[in-house]
């Protein structure tokens, strides 16, 4: 059911539940309130006939015609007097109503059903030496009919405002939706090809412009999401077609003159090699990346001393990195975290790789374990060439590489930082990097303590 007619269904439901009580209430206080007020008539009007008889100012030759006088359509007056009837004027009660004897010497005041009527009965005990009472019998068919007229007039009432409710609920859900419908049409109409469309949000402050705007910001992200895929692919085809030419090259020069020349073989099988490793290590990044942003489920962490790890890393990389000076101060207190070993290694790795193809010889490349109260921080400093200021945005792009790293025909993939990135986040951690051209770069990473 669209919503439009929930709306309208709900507010008749709601409206009618409503009238439905206050209904129910106002005809029952009109009911009391009426009862009370012909009971409390009928009262004085029986104490009055009661004083008088009981003075005894009306002649006994006079005293039905007086009593026609006090009696309307629909009552009775009845006297008694030890057990016989002195007076009874009836118009329009039936005698079957009428109390039995023993007399009762108390206020009588009752309502009888009687065939589908409604009777008042009110009787009051004469004073004096003579033992008897004067009643008097009310039909309240009248006062029924007035309260059924009444409830007519309400439930008439109540259908035709239910009517306009309907109606008006329709009109103005139909007015207040008409800006949903027009959003529902406009992205409709959007081009999948073509992301560049946006919503127009209307000038107000309203639950409208605020879906609006968010699902202008959906497109914007989505926007963003397809320039990525479509730079990875361009990228991807890029990177991958320079080793794939490479080894066909290679590949034709052995058919052409490989099997007369061993040094062509030799220097071919090398290339075809070296190639080959390339493409096997940005397959296996791409995998990986794959699976970071995926949130595929990995290893286990454990708890791990990351000083211990970090010092296995720089022994490692200072092997590797002859000609740079890597500092680490071997007297930093154990850093225990909740951490996946061979992430932490990857990460360690790409950041010292970095620093050293970045870097010249005999530079500098600090490493540094920092824990405080919330948070650890693994830092990697050197003295290299630095980052230009316009490139610092992009460095965690996949496949990106400097302009310098491009020029001086240094190797790698342009995945190592995206793949740091991801690894990072995925603990709910940060990496910053900060770099000034021709002084070197620093690059932050920050884990909860909690890990």
Not at 148 to 158: C, F, K
Request: proline share 4%; net charge neutral; aromatic share 6%.
């Amino acid at each position: 059911m669209p919503i439009k007619w929930r709306l309208v269904v709900l507010s008749a439901v709601g409206l009618l539940c409503i009238l439905l009580l206050f209904h129910v209430f106002v005809y029952q206080l009109f009911q009391n309130m009426m009862i009370q007020t012909e009971q409390s008539v009928l009262e004085n009007k029986l104490t009055t006939l009661s004083k008088v008889y009981e003075t005894r100012r009306i002649d006994p030759a006079f005293l039905h015609g007086w009593l026609q006088l006090y009696v309307e359509e629909g009552q009775a007056i009845r006297i008694v007097e030890n057990g016989k009837v002195e007076a009874d004027v009836n118009k329009g009660i039936s005698p079957a109503l009428y109390l039995s004897h023993p007399l009762p010497h108390h206020k009588v005041r009752e309502v009888r059903n009687w065939y589908g009527k409604q009777v008042s009965i009110l009787a009051m005990p004469l004073d004096g030496p003579v033992e008897g009472r004067v009643e008097l019998y009310t039909d309240f068919t009248s006062l029924r009919r007035y309260l059924d007229s009444m409830l007519t007039a309400l439930l008439i009432g109540s259908s035709a405002l239910l009517v306009l409710v309907i109606v008006g609920g329709y009109i103005m859900s139909t007015i207040a939706l008409r800006p949903v419908s027009r959003i529902t049409k406009t992205v409709r109409e959007l081009d999948p090809s073509r992301m560049e469309s946006r919503l127009q949000v209307p000038d107000t402050y309203d639950e409208i412009a605020e879906l609006s705007r968010t699902f202008n910001e959906l497109l914007d992200r989505i926007y963003q999401l397809i320039q990525k895929q479509k730079r990875f692919v361009a990228d991807a085809s890029h990177e991958l077609r320079t080793p794939v030419s490479v080894i066909r090259g290679y590949t034709n020069m052995l058919k052409r003159w490989g099997k007369r020349n061993e040094e062509v073989t030799e220097e071919a099988l090398t290339a075809i090699d070296q190639e080959t490793a390339r493409l096997e290590q940005m397959t296996e990044r791409l995998l990986r990346l794959a699976r970071l942003e995926g949130d595929v489920a990995g290893a286990e962490r454990e708890l791990l001393d990351l000083t211990s790890l970090v010092a296995e890393r720089v022994t490692r990389w200072r092997r590797s990195l002859r000609n740079h000076h890597i500092e680490w101060d071997e007297t930093t207190p154990p850093v225990w975290v909740r951490v996946v070993r061979t992430e932490w290694e990857e990460l360690i790795d790409i950041l010292l790789d970095n620093a050293g193809k970045y870097s010249d010889p005999d530079d500098v490349i600090t490493v540094r374990l920092e824990s405080g109260e919330r948070d650890v921080r693994l830092i990697v400093q050197d003295t290299g060439e630095g980052i230009p200021k316009e490139e610092l945005p992009r460095v965690f792009e996949r496949f990106y590489r400097a302009k310098r790293a491009r020029t001086r025909h240094r190797t790698g993939s342009g995945l190592g930082l995206s793949i740091a990135r991801q690894i990072v986040e995925s603990y709910g951690g940060t990496i910053k990097i900060d770099s000034q051209e021709g002084e070197g770069t620093k690059v932050s990473v920050s884990i909860p303590v909690s890990q």
